[in-house]
């Protein structure tokens, strides 16, 4: 693998694996091809572009553009797939599923028909732990029922079992990574920590759901990076692999952390009603990929510093996203009239 396609690569997750993949493997060329929807954003590959030319192609386009799609993995050569693009945030799948469908699901099998059709070494897709639901007691393996409560958990179902389809169809070479929560750099402030750690540098009350008690495993972006790499270039073709740090956190210790990294009183949290369908606990059994020889590098405690800190000395790039209208009105649709007392 020599020429990556990184779809979605503008947006969170992809940016920090980009620059990981360029600046780990020199021999590497990656094109990145993103719709730029309001998550993916140029300024998330600004310093990519200025320290990897010749090793980094921009292409705006949508996954779902069968014809476009093609073009560019044949221009470019293209010999692996890493898929990011999705719709992601479950509180917008809850005002508009549609878009979730046509991306994750649909987008989805448009790249495998490219892939097949390009005969490309290996496919990825990125999805996540939600596919599970609810983990109230043990631990989720990569066998474990897929039990979807909200339109963008099935939307990444659907994206799923389509790559495991191609594989048992076609033979095409598939992995699989389903990863837990991520935090770290260049996260869309409309995700629960980067909106907390703002709203809590600005004085804004923290608009926790519910009890504040659902359980996360928050591992930091980059080590998600070396998990995909890892399954990327070791995983086993038609196999699904887990990816998370093992620990669960709970809600409300989160921004409790978040406001006492920022010298903040936890007065600031405001409970708000729960979003419909919130699953309580998410736990990942992650054993198959530490066969591997991955394991996350650092702490719950070591990831939330380090993001508190990038967003403490970025304003330039969230402060115009948060005063932006199309944030207000989904910060009022999302918020206002919630709180509880």
Known sequence: ???????????????????????KYPDYRIVVYDKLTYAGRLENLQDVAERFRGRYTFVQGD????SQVNAVMKE?????????????????????PGSFIQTDVY???????AAKEHGVERYHQVSTDEVYGEILEGRATETYPLHTRSPYSASKAGGDLMCLAYYHS??????????SNNIGPYQYPEKVVPLFITNAIDDIPLPLYGDGSQMRDYQYVLDHCEGIDVVLHK????????????????????ARMILDLLGKPHSLIQPVRDRPGHDRRYALDIRKVQALGWRSRHTFEEALEKTVRWYVE???WWRPIKSGEFYQ??????YAGRELT
Not at 6 to 21: K, L, Q, W
Not at 63 to 66: L, M, T
Request: hydrophobic content about 40%; aromatic content about 10%.
């Open 1 to 23: 693998m020599r020429n990556i396609l990184v779809t979605g690569g503008a947006g969170f997750i992809g940016s920090n694996f980009v620059r990981y993949m360029l600046e």
């Open 63 to 66: 996954i779902c553009d069968a």
């Open 76 to 96: 470019h050569r293209i010999d692996a797939v890493v898929n990011f693009a999705a719709e992601s945030h479950v509180d917008r799948s809850l005002m508009e």
């Open 107 to 113: 987008g989805t099998y448009v790249l495998l028909e």
């Open 170 to 179: 076609f033979d095409l070479p598939v992995t699989i990574t389903r990863g």
């Open 235 to 254: 995983g086993k073709p038609g196999e699904i692999y887990n990816l998370g740090t093992g620990v669960e956190t709970r809600n409300i210790d989160m």
């Open 314 to 316: 970025n304003e330039w």
């Open 329 to 334: 009105d989904y910060y009022r649709r999302q």
